[in-house]
């Protein structure tokens, strides 16, 4: 059974920073598209960022684009959200997602909930102003 645990959310001023962290059970990742989400109150959840199955291919939306970075270790099963210079407009639950129903090998892009398999419970982003 794979399970995904993020953590390392929190409360922070806006022009900070945030690490999250992604780690993967059940099964290696290392063969596995895999993406961040993220879910404000009211709203539809939407694409963060994604990496191919052996970092050589990010995809950012945006207004995250220049500030966020995604990166990925497969020998610890572990995938990283880096965030920098947040804004108020960041704050949201955000999750990490993995796609195990395919190998990665043609890196496609993947930004639709549809494309994930597997989902992490989440962690909560608040960024005051």
């Known amino acids: 059974q794979v399970q995904l645990v993020e953590s390392g959310g929190g409360l922070v001023q806006a022009g900070g920073s945030l690490r999250l962290t992604c780690v993967v059970s059940g099964r290696p990742l290392s063969n596995y598209h895999m993406g961040w989400f993220r879910q404000a109150p009211g709203k539809e959840r939407e694409f963060v960022g994604s990496?191919?199955?052996?970092?050589?291919?990010?995809d950012y939306t945006d207004s995250v684009k220049g500030r966020f970075t995604i990166s990925r270790d497969n020998a610890k099963n572990t995938l990283w959200l880096q965030m920098n210079s947040l804004r108020p407009e960041d704050t949201a639950v955000y999750y990490c997602a993995i796609d195990i129903t395919q190998p990665d090998w043609s890196q496609e892009q993947k930004r639709r909930v549809s494309d994930y398999s597997h989902w992490g419970q989440g962690t909560q982003v608040t960024v005051s102003s």
């Open positions: 990496i191919s199955w052996n970092g050589g291919r990010t």
